[in-house]
């Protein structure tokens, strides 16, 4: 390996190196991570009490739709894009990726859009204000006029999502070492290549939505305008459309990293290989006939209601046999907690009580009652905050020895994941409570009935947000530390990453491993 | 996959395709998606969108039952117009062609252009519900201070469900003269 990497800030401009875009993405979205959770800690701070206290209303739904943005775009996907660079071409055995020129372009796109939207904040108008699901006519004729730069970053998110997505299905339908067939490649490879295809069908819905959101408050279009003919309900459609795919653009990655690391820590191979592929397949392809549920109460005839009713309720079945098959491969395993087996089975645990009110959320005639409560923002935050983020912390500390060849502090892990889980579910379990009784989401204000759970879960929160910054020590920490991991790192881990020293080299897998 | 060119070669051409997907994707969220949703609404019904012009045919008139059509009037925000039904509701046979009207004024010193949209619920009767003649075909251009009655023509279809006694239609009216001038300008 005598290519070794360039010097200075350059090799970072022009890397075309698969672990340098991994890492690039995975320091950004804990870039962003952090900012969207900063936002989250100001919505927090005013709902500690009710009444207005510490941002005008007008802030507050400012930060609600940033705190979405960010967090959707800038750190759950770009993590998993960043961890599938890193991870995909060690475990299939390919040099690089298919792509990379337009690897370093799709990473290096992502923070000139980010700062377009961050730069909204301190326009005339201030930043967009109207949910992250940006409903029109709040979003076009309601909008403030930073609602431009809003569209345009997000032009410029989805381009780097559809070339990161292109790259990973080309780079794991060609570039295998031989011998790896579809069915013999790690179960994150397989999931990553199914929500690459998610990404490539609907980002470009996305891009459409925001398009017609352009024409309609620059060019005179009425899309979505009911004087011109439109109608707001349409953009509910389009929108869902992209966005129910998107839920599952942001969890399937992570059933991958899960399914990886289960097996090593339960030393048992993974329960239902096959099963988890299919159920995978299952739910990508559910995800496409589900988007009205989103919008159960706009006035849909009845038979509507009961189809996306029911086909909602049959992704519960694809998502138990994954469940089940984790569960499976714990059972009688040799088990131990080691941090990323503890946000694992945290993860499977959580992430079930999260689908599980997503099911209660599914029953039509129960949602009008649920509908934009506090019922909802339990809900996807209990798939989202345990599912995406906790699925992603355990892959850092998973591969984290791989990628800069030191082990991280055991006890330090194990304190980062106690704080992070209590703190989450002091934030999010009581939102259960005050949803059912009532408490409107997106609202600085609350009535008092609401007050002590609101406080409960303000504490959690913070004591969540305090988590992370310990999240950040370790991660530098380990890269600093002068404690070597071994080339395994764990007691026999399945897969080729395991195989190659630690921390890996700049290149590897310059000839094809051999595959048994 | 041992041959370089023949990965290169498959690798173009799947980049090919998948970019293929990528622009007939958004070629169908903004000129497939919202035609083929109104198609859908005429349909179904769905929204309480009600159809164009409607042509009459001659039909026995359902004298054996009545329907009441109730009208409402609501002004879209800031639209500064008095705009009312001269009569709040109406019980028509089946069948039989009625005419009423809506009052409009514009009470400001401009000349204004407005644009009424229709809804109807129940939305099952929306198919029921013909139009023969409708201000809401066309915008409506007021001077300051001027009145118009603007009339409506319909007849409830002789076919619609026993179990819908009553039909009521609104009209929202939406002022489109700042969308007009900037049309013009484009």
Known sequence: MAHGPAKGITRWLYTTNHKDIGSMYLWFSLAMFLIGGVFALVIRAELFEPGLQIVDPEFFNQMTTMHGLIMVFGAVMPAFVGLANWMIPLMIGAPDMALPRMNNWSFWILPFAFCMLLSTLFMDGGAPNFGWTFYAPLSTTYA?????????????MGASSIMGAINIVVTILNMRAPGMTMMKMPLFVWTWLITAYLLIAVMPVLAGVVTMMLMDINFGTSFFDAAGGG????????????GHPEVYIMILPAFGIVSAIIP????????????????TSSIAFLSFIVWAHHMFTVGMPVAGELFFMYATMLIAVPTGVK???????MFRGSLTFETPMLFSIAFVILFTIGGLSGL???????????????????HFHYVLVPGAIFSIMAGVYYWLPKWCGNMYNETMGKVHFWLAFIGLNLTFFPMHFVGLAGMPRRIPDYSLQFADFNMIASCGAFLFGAAQLLFVYNVVATIRSKHKA?????????????TVPSPAPYHTFTVAPPIK | MSNTSEVQRSVTQQVTRLLGVVVAMFVFAIWVL???????????GLNGKTGGQYQAVNVVVDTSRQVRVQFLATNNEGMPWQFAPEMASIKVHPGEEVEVRYL????TGLTMTAQAIPSLVPFKAAEYFHKTECFCFNQQSLNAGESAELPLRFIVDQDIPKQVNTITLSYTLFDVTADIALAQSN
């Not at chain 1, 403030?144 to 410029?156: D, G, L, M, R």
């Open chain 2, 34 to 44: 919202p035609p083929l949703y109104d198609v859908f609404c005429d349909i179904t």
């Open chain 1, 144 to 156: 403030p006029p930073s609602v431009t730069f809003f569209i345009f970053a997000v032009h410029i």
């Open chain 1, 264 to 279: 090593t820590f339960a030393r048992k191979p993974l329960f239902g290989y096959a099963s988890m592929v299919y159920a």
């Open chain 1, 486 to 498: 071994t080339t395994e790192v764990w007691e026999n881990p399945e897969g080729l990453e395991w």
């Open chain 1, 231 to 242: 109608d707001p309900v349409l953009f509910q459609h389009v929108f869902w459309f992209f």
């Open chain 1, 360 to 378: 209660m959320l599914s029953i039509a005639p129960a949602d009008f009652q649920y509908h934009d409560t506090y019922f909802v923002v339990a």
């Open chain 1, 323 to 329: 469940v089940f098959n984790w569960v499976s491969t």
């Open chain 2, 104 to 107: 409009a004024t514009n009470p």
